[in-house]
């Protein structure tokens, strides 16, 4: 059984996911105290959320934050944190990882504070990091790619908005925006279909995220195009187990379900 560990600003998202002819599922949120810590955060995590006692199996840890695209073609590992820290400065040591996005030739680097890796490794031994936009990526990717022209997809999540738009299983644009009302989303998804010049009376909108906040997107987009679709899981999972929780994020559930 694997564990998953999903690391956002403001809390852990906790799963336990076995694959089996009816197959488990577990899931946890723990709300983290901004005060204090990761450390502290994470051992009250481990002293407090069942599923972090008594550890059998691997152990991912699913990482919110911002990544960057590079084309497979022109990709060397040995040039990824020097790739990541030009396009994120900190003074902070961080670790850079990659994920492939295979359909669409690129490669996702995203990065997380080398003090919090070593406290998981600490806390964990061994374990993979993931972005949690690398699932979503792959996802979309291959979703609706057997029509022609061009696709929108949208995912709000607790940062902001993330953005992608594919021609068939090409990757055309993957951007993330501090977007956190209806209007400012509207506003990037717009001038994002402008500058690719896409043709909004035939191109689709696809909009994903947790239940409330997805349908209000779908209603302010549709002032502006017929073409607008909510991401519903359930439907999309055929109500697979992992998607009857409203509160499991988007990006896990899809994370889970590719594996």
Avoid: W
């Avoid at 020097?82 to 040591?93: Q, S, V």
């Avoid at 009302?181 to 043709?199: E, H, M, P």
């Avoid at 349908?215 to 109500?239: C, D, H, Y």
């Amino acid at each position: 059984m694997s564990l998953y560990l999903r690391i956002s600003e403001h809390d852990f998202c906790i799963a336990k996911y076995e694959l089996r002819e009816e197959p488990i599922f577990h899931f946890a949120r723990h709300k983290l105290r901004p005060q204090v810590s990761f450390t502290v955060n994470l051992r009250e995590a481990q002293d407090t959320q069942p599923l972090l006692q008594d550890i059998k199996g691997s152990m991912n840890i699913v990482v919110c934050g911002p990544t960057m695209l590079v084309p497979l073609a022109e990709f060397q590992e040995e040039d990824c944190a020097e790739l990541y820290g030009f396009c994120f400065p900190t003074d902070k040591k961080v670790c850079v990882f990659y994920d492939i996005i295979q359909a669409s030739n690129a490669v996702l680097l995203f990065g997380l504070d080398q003090m919090i890796c070593d406290k998981l490794r600490e806390s964990f031994g061994d374990v993979r990091f993931i972005s949690a936009q690398t699932a979503v990526l792959r996802h979309f990717s291959v979703k609706g790619a057997s029509q022609s022209g061009k696709r929108i997809f949208l995912y709000k999540n607790e940062l902001g908005l993330d953005v992608a738009v594919f021609e068939e299983n090409r990757l055309l644009l993957s951007n993330s925006y501090p977007a956190h009302t209806n209007s400012d989303i509207a506003y990037y998804t717009f001038n994002v279909a402008r500058n690719l010049g896409v043709d909004l009376s035939e191109t689709p909108i696809y909009v994903a995220g947790d239940t409330s906040g997805r349908n209000e997107v779908v209603e302010e987009l549709k002032r502006f195009s017929t073409e607008v679709f909510a991401i519903n899981p359930a439907g999309e999972f055929n109500r697979h187990i992992v998607t009857q929780q409203d509160n499991v994020p988007y990006d896990l559930q899809t994370l889970l379900l590719e594996m």
